[in-house]
């Protein structure tokens, strides 16, 4: 029992506390730390979240967004220390958990519809 006590409290150090809220269809800018070199750089990647896993410290979303004509998908560990920041940019309304059905849709079908309540 003591050994899962010390697992956690490591866990809770290792948690980032200034998260945001993230739904299933926010619009976000993922802030990640790209070392190129001896040189460290922050790489915005914006995209809709498709889906979210796991809970606590094991959290990720995968985000996805269409580049030059081609779907790219990232998963990203949200307490991760490569993730510098995470910006809402807007607020997705949609009614399910996972939009996978978005990889099969093209142009204006992959929008989602804003939501301003929260």
């Known amino acids: 029992m003591k050994a899962q ?62 580049f030059q004509g081609v779907g790219v998908e990232r998963v990203f560990l949200l307490h991760s220390p490569r993730i510098e920041k995470i910006k809402i940019v807007r607020r997705g309304k949609v009614r399910r958990a996972k939009l996978y059905y978005l990889r099969n849709r093209v142009g204006k079908a992959t929008r989602v519809k804003q939501r301003f309540d929260r």
């Open 5 to 66: 006590e010390i697992i956690r409290s490591f866990e809770q150090e290792q948690m980032k506390d200034d998260l945001p809220t993230i739904h299933i269809g926010d619009t976000v800018r993922v802030g990640v730390r790209i070392r190129e070199g001896s040189k460290e750089r922050v790489q915005p990647f914006e995209g809709t979240v498709i889906a979210k896993r796991h809970g606590g410290i094991n959290a990720t979303m995968t985000v996805r967004k269409v």
